[in-house]
């Protein structure tokens, strides 16, 4: 079973529209959480991380909920910018570790 | 300030050879990560370094794989003999390593492609 899962997509979507992305992890002691983004052909990204309480920052929400191990990012009035590949990373703490698990990616495709 | 610069950006090599990827991290910082990345398995972790030391390197697909870090600036990702299913990309990240989950930043990749 994979650490991190995520819907791999494509979302095609019209610019302005709001789309959500979903991903949920396997070890209830995850401690901290991310959302990346990597455009075609370059590194990831950090976009945002994940608070408890959930948090913004522009168009972009990020989600957390705990009890169902589960995060969403959210992006309202998308722009073309915004096509790319969206990963949910999550953060372990293990004795002398400091591990980040990536999913495999969402990719969005916002069309004019 | 410099990000993570990892070179060569592309290597086109012949079965057998050895191939050698490099990496600088942010300066400062203190966890090293070497990561694989193909359209079939997304990113994965090969090995990663704390203070110069490997801490994790269960994710080396063989012992075709080594990685040294001889110092806090400068990283390298060995594969000898090379073989086709090799060809990825490449990642190196750098992170500030304080026991946690932290950010990690990325290098630009290098793109490998064994023939």
Known sequence: ?112 | DAGVIQSPRHEVTEMGQEVTLRCKPISGHNSLFWYRQTMMRGLELLIYFNNNVPIDDSGMPEDRFSAKMPNASFSTLKIQPSEPRDSAVYFCASSLGTFRGETQYFGPGTRLLVL
């Open chain 1, 1 to 112: 079973r994979k650490e991190v899962e995520q819907d791999p997509g494509p979302f095609n979507v019209p610019e302005g529209a709001t789309v959500a992305f979903n991903c949920t992890y396997s070890n209830s002691a995850s401690q901290s959480f991310f959302w990346y983004r990597q455009d075609c052909r370059k590194e990831p990204k950090l976009l945002m991380s994940v608070y408890s309480s959930g948090n913004e920052d522009g168009r972009f929400t990020a989600q957390l909920n705990r009890a169902s191990q589960y995060i969403s990012l959210l992006i309202r009035d998308s722009k073309l910018s915004d096509s790319a590949t969206y990963l949910c990373v999550v953060g372990e703490v293990q004795t002398g570790a400091n591990n980040l698990f990536f999913g495999t990616g969402t990719r969005l495709t916002v069309i004019p």
